[in-house]
């Protein structure tokens, strides 16, 4: 297989949670890896590797004729799953929106009620 379809076969990316996001070309899970934005996920032993430990765990499980991503510094299999260090999701509850006030709880759960309209009595 050449080194230019290794880099293009899919990787399954999971956001921080462990839940499946997307697949991402193996090139790209490398830069996310390499960037600290993801670990890579041994599927079998679910292990996870930065770029370092992922170099010494691909050396140490080298077949002849496997596929590898050689650099000068490195020798890599092509990771099968990462794991996002920071993304959630979209559901996720955002930091960044802040605390909501007791009073503004209490102005929803006013308006929620006067929304239903008049309780009707039995």
Do not use: C
Request: net charge positive.
């Amino acid at each position: 297989m050449s080194g230019d379809s290794v880099l293009k076969r899919p990787t399954l990316v999971l956001n921080r949670r462990w839940l499946p996001i997307r697949t991402a070309p193996v090139q790209e899970a490398i830069g996310l890896v390499a960037k600290g934005a993801a670990v890579v996920l041994e599927p079998l032993t679910f292990a996870t590797h930065d770029l370092a430990s992922w170099n010494d765990a691909s050396r140490g499980k080298l077949r002849f004729g496997e596929s590898v991503i050689r650099s000068p510094r490195s020798t890599l299999l092509p990771p099968e799953v990462l794991v996002l260090t920071v993304y959630e999701g979209p559901d996720a509850p955002s930091r960044s929106r802040g605390r909501i006030s007791s009073s503004a709880t209490a102005t929803r759960a006013s308006t929620a009620a006067s929304s239903r309209g008049p309780k009707s009595s039995r």
